[in-house]
Nanobody, 124 residues
């Protein structure tokens, strides 16, 4: 079992930055891809970013590419999402997820463990 806890969400003005962290406990995540998803009210959960097991390869949704950066520290069992140039449409609950495989996928069905989510609100 892997437990994931997100932190770092909050309220920020458009154009600002936030840094989300995901701390894993239980079993190591070093062999798993990791991802971030988000869900706005009334909308489906949406892929944001993913990183492979080593941190050497990343993938982003088109809506965040160039603004968000995903990284990981396997020694610390943590994953981070740096979010810059935030827009009002980035407002959502953000979830950290641990993938089933070492290589990343963007569909939620390939992720086995999920955190409880952290709220990000961007005011315009």
């Amino acid at each position: 079992q892997v437990q994931l806890v997100e932190s770092g969400g909050g309220l920020v003005q458009a154009g600002g930055s936030l840094r989300l962290s995901c701390a894993a406990s239980g079993r190591t995540i070093s062999g798993r891809s990791m991802g971030w998803f988000r869900q706005a009210p009334g909308k489906e959960r949406q892929f944001v970013a993913a990183i492979n097991w080593s941190g050497g390869s990343t993938n982003y949704s088109d809506s965040v590419k160039g603004r968000f950066t995903i990284s990981r520290d396997n020694a610390k069992n943590t994953v981070t999402l740096q979010m810059n140039s935030l827009k009002s449409e980035d407002t959502a609950v953000y979830y950290c997820a641990a993938g089933r495989y070492g290589n990343y996928y963007s569909h939620p069905q390939y992720f086995d463990y999920w955190g409880q989510g952290t709220q990000v609100t961007v005011s315009s």
